[in-house]
């Protein structure tokens, strides 16, 4: 049950809130001056205070509420406090409400107002606690991590991020293909990197392979070797990828990008552990974990027949999703301090403009733009205009990249039985804020 400090000298007044919150499942506790208000707070937990402005009989000035609320403010920063005040105290109080109370209300009061701003406060104030602790759990599971697994240097804080390291590293120990899926720049190879890390043949080689910097007809050697005179310029014989990742693990990035006959080698390599160089018709045998990734529609690209639905099966064993990092807001500011390892620190302005910014290179974006500051800046810190970021309003996304927003929120509504409080608590944002995101997919509020 909430409980809520009222803080006011008119046992009167006090009985008859009691009186009033006890008929909607709200329990309160009284004090009759500052001192024992504070001291009350002091010894327990309370979800909010109502406070009067004035303590002095002989007096109207309002002094003493102003100074309660500030001696409030800094005992409990985050803990909401309304304030019950005269008419006379009204400019206090406004001004009171400017450096930080949840509002204010004249007496004598309206019983429906005050049950409507209380019980809204009480809600917002149990959607900050589920939310942290539910930051609480993340930073010890992320702590977990980085003690449990081997996660090469990762630089992260967003959930979203955690949740794909963690299955990546639950992955790991097994032998079965994973397809890393996501945008360019976003860091899939460094997701590959920590399946290697944590598989049984971390000791092996992990040798990464670009498809999409290949040209078309030189893959298949990039990929399977070649002997010498198998194509022109082949002046002597050559391993591929596959050998030299034998024992290990083999990154195939832009997999999208690979040729028809190439996709069809590729799956039997899969299949049997046997390939031909090129040029050759001996057969070789390894021991290969292969990763993928792409940030192309493989299922489309299936559909338009540009690849083959078999191979996309066998890659896609266990699917990794990667957000961009626009989606992974909380790894920004933690990833541009790794960037700028013991260079100039952010101004406040910088931060902001990082975090403003939709990132549509994503990491290695980040990367470059901290790079190029550390390098331009000429004062002590890295100011907002030595980032040189463009200064247009991002524009509103798709209807397809919405898709997956609508998507989620409508699931974390239904999981909390249409809570809007609890929804947005799992979502990790305002009731407010679900409500804008609720109007903007024409989710019915119902």
Wanted: net charge negative.
């Amino acid at each position: 049950m909430p409980q809520i400090l009222i803080i006011d000298d008119n046992t009167a007044v006090a009985t008859a809130l009691d009186v009033l919150f006890s008929l909607h499942d709200i329990d309160t506790r009284h004090a009759v001056s500052p001192e024992q208000g504070l001291a009350m707070l002091a010894e327990q937990e309370f979800d909010l205070v109502l406070q009067d402005m004035n303590f002095t009989a002989d007096t109207t000035s309002g002094e003493e509420g102003q100074q309660l609320f500030r001696d409030i403010r800094q005992a409990h920063p985050d803990l909401p406090v309304i304030l019950l005040t005269a008419w006379t105290h009204l400019d206090s109080a406004v001004e009171l409400v400017k450096a930080g109370a949840a509002d204010y209300l004249a007496k004598p009061w309206d019983d429906g107002r005050l049950l409507t701003t209380v019980n809204n406060l009480l809600e917002l104030a149990e959607t900050r606690r589920e939310l942290a602790r539910r930051r609480s759990r993340e930073l010890r599971n992320q702590q977990a991590l980085h003690e449990r697994y081997d996660l090469r240097g990762v630089v992260f804080a967003d959930p979203a991020s955690e949740r794909v390291i963690s299955l990546a590293c639950q992955v790991a120990r097994s032998q079965l293909p994973v397809l890393i899926t996501g945008p360019n720049g976003a860091g899939k190879e460094k997701i590959a990197e920590i399946i290697q890390a944590n598989s049984a043949d971390r000791k092996g080689p992990f040798v990464a392979l670009n498809c999409g910097a290949i040209p078309s007809e030189l893959i298949e050697a990039e990929l399977f070797g070649a002997e010498a005179g198998a194509y022109t310029g082949a002046n002597k014989a050559r391993e591929g990828k596959f050998e030299a990742a034998d024992g290990g693990t083999l990154f195939l990035d832009e997999i999208g990008n690979l040729s028809l006959t190439g996709q069809m080698k590729l799956l039997r390599v899969l299949e049997t552990g046997r390939f031909e160089r090129l040029g050759s018709n001996r057969e070789r045998q390894v021991s290969v974990r292969v990763v993928s990734a792409t940030n192309a529609d493989l299922p489309a690209m299936i559909r338009d027949g540009s690849f083959r639905e078999d191979l996309y099966y066998r890659l896609n064993t266990v699917e990794l999703s990667l957000p961009p990092l626009a989606e992974r807001r909380e790894d920004i500011l933690p990833l541009a301090q790794h960037f700028l390892a013991d260079g100039k620190p952010l101004s406040a302005q910088a931060a902001q403009a990082l975090q403003r910014h939709t990132w549509p290179g994503n990491v290695r974006e980040l990367r470059n733009v901290i790079q190029r500051a550390v390098l331009l800046a000429q004062g002590p810190r890295i100011e907002a205009a030595d980032l040189n970021l463009p200064r247009a309003a991002p524009s509103r996304p798709s209807a397809a990249a919405d898709e997956p927003d609508r998507a989620r929120i409508v699931n974390a509504l239904e999981r909390a039985g249409g809570v809007i409080a609890q929804a947005a608590a799992e979502l990790g944002m305002s009731r407010q804020a679900l409500y804008r995101r609720m109007d903007r997919h024409h989710i019915p509020r119902e």
